[in-house]
């Protein structure tokens, strides 16, 4: 049976117009440097003619995007939203000291290289591929580096909603409820007490895949190509999120699990399916991408999630909806197409069986935007 897969890992995706046109490649580059429009104080720009209304309905967002993140680490609104701040960047560069009027969460993916690094007292090795997670307050020492590149993501967790706040965040305990703590859930791996769980080693494909991501998060902020460029730009960062919350998953179950060198190898179907659940696929190719059998692949891969493949993938696709819905303004129709759909019936009927509610009906119910 063919699995048609979601477009978008967990809590993010819709795939954006300027995306079709990604061939060209990303080279990373510190958005902010790009456009040197820097608003000082609160007031939002009320734009004339026919934007004014779209303007005067972001305003609500603005008001915590504004002030005193208005400027560094963000992207700012051009010819469409003009003004208009994003605290969201991409730098080509390790992560830069924290920085108390900008506070950003830090996404520090390594391409090549390697390098030594102190973190809140701790030594600890980095090496290719890997991945770097950091709150606001974290920031690594970099002591020895070899070959060493980098590419840092920079974004305030207010970007992901707006009921989160450096204090409840830091709080002893955060204490969110209904979909509050589905969104957490995204941040948790960005907060972790040991040093040591802040760095995730990637697969190759995993690596590829998050470069890929980071390089969307990019070129939608770059183009900006219609007055959805912010929910979209939000959108790759919810996947990139979910991906790495994937791989984190995935890192502490291989820890527990002591696995042996060819379960270890399936392991990686956990990670082919986060990265491919948008395209077609059989459970049989996903099996012999990882060198076995479906039946040996099912039984593992049952007990790592506590699912079937099949299940497990079509509940991917619905969570993805589902976060979309609550935290993008994106229309259902481009929603349904990222989650792998083409039939709005069968997309609506699946997302009904799994939330008790059309798309439509949960978007009314759950969107804070």
């Known amino acids: 049976m063919a699995i048609m897969t979601s477009t978008a890992a967990s809590k993010a995706s819709a795939r954006c117009s300027s995306s079709r046109n990604s061939s060209k490649r990303h080279e990373s580059q510190v958005i902010k440097a790009q456009w040197p429009l820097i608003r000082k104080g609160n007031e939002p720009p009320v734009q004339r003619g026919d ?6 309905k972001n305003m609500a967002l603005w008001n915590y995007r504004a002030g005193p993140m208005n400027a560094p680490l963000s992207v700012i609104g051009r010819q469409n939203l003009p003004g208009y701040v994003l605290p969201v960047c991409v730098s080509a560069q390790a992560a830069e000291p924290a920085q ?14 390697s ?3 102190t973190l809140n007292g701790q030594r600890l090795l980095l090496g290719a591929p890997a991945v770097l997670l950091l709150d606001d307050r974290e920031r690594p020492q970099l002591d020895r580096t070899q070959g060493l590149a980098i590419e840092t993501v920079y974004f305030h967790p207010g970007i992901i909603n707006s009921a989160f706040t450096l204090e409840n965040l830091h709080g002893a305990s955060p204490g969110f409820s209904g979909t509050l703590e589905y969104d957490f859930y995204l941040l948790q791996p960005l907060l972790p007490p040991d040093p040591a769980r802040r760095i995730l080693k990637l697969s190759p494909q995993q690596a590829r895949h998050l470069r890929q991501l980071v390089a969307n998060i990019a070129n939608e ?9 912010p929910c979209r730009t939000r959108s790759w960062l ?3 999120l979910f991906c790495l919350r994937a791989a984190n998953q995935a890192a502490n179950q291989a820890a527990t699990l002591a696995l042996p060198s060819q379960a270890n190898r399936l392991d990686d179907a956990l990670l082919l399916v986060h990265e ?9 190719e996903l099996a012999r991408w990882c060198g076995s059998n479906r039946t040996s692949l099912n039984v593992h891969f049952r007990n790592l999630t506590g699912a079937s493949v099949h299940d497990y993938v079509i509940r991917l696709r619905m969570d993805t909806a589902a976060a979309l819905l609550r935290d993008t303004l994106l229309p259902v129709g481009e929603i349904m197409t990222r989650v792998g759909y083409e039939n709005p019936s069968h997309f609506s009927r699946i997302f009904r069986q799994f939330t008790g509610s059309t798309p439509r009906d949960y978007r009314t119910a759950h969107n804070w935007m």
Request: glycine share 2%.
């Open 51 to 56: 934007n004014a209304q779209v303007s005067r």
């Open 100 to 113: 108390p009027d900008a506070p950003r969460f830090a996404i520090c993916l390594i391409h090549s290289g």
């Open 115 to 117: 390098a030594t690094v």
């Open 221 to 229: 902020a770059a183009s900006q190509p219609d007055q959805s460029w």
């Open 238 to 240: 919810f996947e990139l």
């Open 276 to 284: 491919r659940y948008h395209t077609r696929f059989t459970i049989a």
